[in-house]
């Protein structure tokens, strides 16, 4: 049970609603966001909720079956729309896209790309800075001080800034240089950045597990909301199965699903989804189709140099087109059937 | 090797083709089909090709590196189409909608099914009279004598059918009642069924297994053309993964893998492949965006009564706004990009 | 609910119990097997048993709450043992050991192979002649001819045979050379298979499917056991995961799992288990500790030119060495523990 | 290619080697452990090793073809054994038993389990005081309040400790009380809590991802061995697999593989890798057979009431028993056979 408290009540009420809950056997979290309070009110046995109803300070109380409750999409009636600021929105009416290298590598790279995103209307920019790698032996990404190259020429653009952050020291590091933060399909289950997480005012965008149910997907977006921040996004990017044509399996059932179990806006990851440069268009065409609400890719000026997802990246030409059929592809699905 | 023969070739000229690849050290089989004849030449030393293309009787020759060869996509310049006759195709310019209940169970049914399907244009219907259970306790369909019946309505009406056989003596039992035969997933890998369906003059659409890789999809047409029948259909209807929110998880990736590796027309079963009847329009929709020739999937006049299947079949409503929208988006993919 | 029926029992006395059954909204299947006569009843309604007991010609009455029943650990008292004669038996109080080539070669090979299991006092040897192969162009068994080639030898020497039946067409070409039918993992929902399998008076051992379930097991069972067959046993032999440091992924907790929900014997085939030969006997006696009641593996005279599946079969030392360590391992799990 | 310098190397010698293994187009990581340091040299070309062996201050040099160096198990002759000081060990000529709570819950319960313990000869005991659970809303543990609690009577009875560490900054806080640190199945990829638990000299012990393969698992170790700490234990704890009928399936593969691939003692998690209480004793047994270096398990004075998984929890008596049959079995693997 869900039960959103009044932007005015007083402590006296609050402690009111608590006791009275509590006498019926729920415990009660509350949890505090950006957009309001909330009592998050676990427990079995059933009452009726008009005894509650009478209470002061309370705007709303909703049943939520499920055991995540925040992220639910039982209880919110409006999708959740996240505002990146300066008119640039993931969720609602329009498509986000996202796009860029997977690794930041160096300051001609990172001008190219925007220029690119800038002539076909991209906003938003992703890229790496704190890469995980299998290999200790490996590329791990030009850290902090890349981030501040790249967020400099952004913001001259106009382009907003989604990357990676990898553990909890580094969210102070990287705060002021990025727009959304986003937890890797490693990450999706360490609750300690997911706590830490939801103490921030910016955006994250979790990625699902690497094999992580639809539902562990969930549990780790409430650790975030119920911490105290709502502006969350989702994102599918394919899940480790058997088949070893592809570097994982898409699981386009997941962006229907979701989009049913939550208000949270869903996005999804073609370029991991299929790991094969030439199948990323038809596949996040696909993901459009079921519903997606963004599409985030790698794109490099020269996929075959990038230092690292080389075979995943599409090249400017090939992210041209595909932002071209995502739009048209987007309309149909909004205005044309 | 692929070695295709001409149709005037001689048997004095054959025995020195097979004489000349054998001193090669490459094993040679003879494939006829319905379309042609070829030898299927498997070796592996190096030796110049046109020490071959010299001889008398041949029409083509082709390395192929797969290890299945007749499906293989390198050979073969254009796409198979699949002809059912009176102008019904699989394959090709056209989108191929297939659609029907799980288990033909009723004359009234099928009357009503064949009713919904040519108000919207659709020619091909699918349904069970042979049914895969798990359970011996469980309806195993109305057999024979449920397919004559069906086949009577379906003739008078102009509607073609696909239904699946099971086992080897159904093949002649269904011969005459059926336009497509299908191999069900749990058949993928029968591979005396597939020989023997290697011998018939009728399309044979195979289902990916339950858990098949892309490549044994592959290796189960190969068993079916060179034992003869090159009218084949493949289909992706989803994979058993650890994900529980789904029946199975749609692999939409295998479309264009598989439109890639071979020329045979590839088709999409979203009914299977999510398992949940609100969801499989956008999993229709997503699998025709990543290319796949047709969408096979399950209707009833009420889902909620259906022998089978019901939790993830559409009602007619439903099916029409599915067939609506599959035709715009399969507009859009093929000329308005 | 199974009912036992007496043997003495008249059919007007049997008819007095369906009728009766079928009044409380059951479904009645009657199954007569080697051993006896049962009324499976399948239904929802909650009745006392004892409205039941007073019947003539009842043997027992038994609830099994699974939805396999006949197959099912809940009514059973005794764990069945499967007789194949001349005091050879897999279940029961000893350990069942069936070892031989992947596929039936040669005479020669023959003569060795069964020398080595009379020298290690093993009396069950597998070997296969009609071999299941991805490819249509690979060896596919040397066939009837083959299998009576072996079965001669085999007779002389007193060592029983279990080989691969693939389909309907073969049990009766089989059926005079045969001790085990043995269905194979990729037959495992064959249910026309295991109907006509159920109608044969011979041991059947059926193969966890290549991504099988445990219940799936079971309910492959039940189809056999339902047609008239009670001489099954079941064999874990690895599934497919995403792991591919080995072939398959041994499924060992399937063991103790399988033991607890069926009488029916288990054992496990740890060659196709890992698929690397230096560790099936690491694999074997895991299994074996788990609780198999029996383990069957490859062996060949010279597993580097076996023509199929070498790189997962014992040479004959190897294999002498696993039989001494099975036995002890035995010993231990049943007296010294 | 791993370069094993000498201890009374000096700079000058160093940078004439680092500088030699350049010229040939390697990059060279120097690694320096506990034990020794090591130049880890990546790269294609060949050359003969001999052309770096006459230079001063080298001890050994060994071509490693694995991607993994360090833990690869081709270049050290003797097996690691990780010592817990008291003549406590893991790996070597002994069986490691590690048993206890899922949760650290309560003094009593410390007490119960100690005494346990020491009743039945085991020295290490493992606990959680830091819990990853899916759902915020669920007992997270007891923190370092509770770990020191326990440390001060683990101390007391002479019993090791080893507890998962969930983040960085825990390291810190838990150093003086823990023996081995735990790096849980979610937290196998936390790449930064892999370098920093590198810099630390105690014993970490690496549990394979929830979905992780063998090779990520030896990757991993990689990370902390190659920062610094070579006291790493490996532990093969379940995967996850579409069965639904065990929590996760045990990978007993994974065990011998492991034991090749790597010179690092291999554990077994048999209350994760099945997680059935009932089904714990033989999972266990079998994963000793696999050949297992220690075993980690789960006890609790009344498992129905454990905060935390006590449906896969063993009570005193069961792990009594357990014990036995572990001691048992390990002295026939190593002497009897």
Redesign the interface.
């Known amino acids: 049970m869900i039960i959103q408290l009044s932007s005015t009540i007083n402590n006296f009420q609050k402690d009111s609603i608590v006791k009275k809950v509590s006498e019926f056997g729920y415990?009660v979290?509350e949890v505090k966001t950006q957009k309001g309070t909330y009592l998050?009110s676990?427990g079995k046995k059933e009452f009726d909720i008009r005894q509650l109803g009478f209470l002061s300070g309370i705007e709303d109380i909703h049943r939520v079956s499920d055991?995540?409750k925040l992220v639910s999409g039982k209880w919110k009636v409006d999708r959740s729309v996240v505002d990146l600021g300066d008119g640039v929105f993931i969720g609602g009416n329009s498509l986000a896209i996202m796009a860029g290298p997977c690794s930041i590598e160096t300051e001609a790279q990172v001008e190219l790309t925007i220029n690119h995103l800038k002539e076909n209307g991209v906003q938003i920019m992703r890229g790496g800075v704190f890469k995980?790698?299998?290999?200790?032996?490996a590329f791990r990404g030009l850290g902090v001080e890349g981030l501040k190259m790249w967020h400099k020429k952004a913001r001259e653009a106009g382009i907003k800034i989604i990357s990676e952050v990898?553990?909890?020291?580094q969210i102070a590091d990287m705060y002021d240089y990025v727009d959304v933060f986003q937890v890797g399909a490693?990450?999706t289950?360490?609750?300690?950045?997911l706590?830490e997480l939801g103490k921030v005012d910016k955006p994250v965008m979790i990625k699902r597990?690497?094999?992580g149910?639809?539902?562990?997907l969930l549990?780790s977006a409430?650790?975030v909301f119920?911490?105290g921040n709502e502006k969350l996004i989702l994102c599918e990017r394919g899940?480790?199965?058997?088949?070893?044509?592809?570097r994982n399996?898409?699981?386009?059932?997941?962006?229907?699903?979701l989009k049913?179990k939550t208000h949270l806006p869903v996005v999804a990851d073609p370029s991991h989804?299929?790991g094969?440069r030439?199948?990323v268009e038809?596949?996040a065409?696909?993901?459009?189709?079921?519903?997606a609400d963004g599409i985030i890719y790698e794109t490099h000026q020269k996929p075959e140099e990038a230092y690292s997802d080389g075979q995943q990246t599409l090249d400017f030409n090939e992210s041209a087109r595909l932002i071209?059929?995502l739009l048209?592809?987007y309309e149909?699905r909004e205005t044309?059937?």
Do not use: C, W
Request: hydrophobic share 40%; aromatic share 10%; net charge negative.
């Open positions: 415990k979290s998050i676990i055991d995540y995980p790698r299998s290999s200790p032996y990898m553990q909890v020291s490693r990450n289950q360490n609750f300690n950045l706590d597990g690497i094999s149910t639809i539902e562990e549990y409430e650790y119920s911490a899940i480790r199965t058997y088949e070893r044509a592809s399996t898409m699981d386009v059932n997941a962006i229907p699903i049913e989804g299929i094969i030439e199948f038809p596949i065409l696909a993901a459009l189709m079921a519903g071209r059929k048209k592809a149909l044309a059937f």
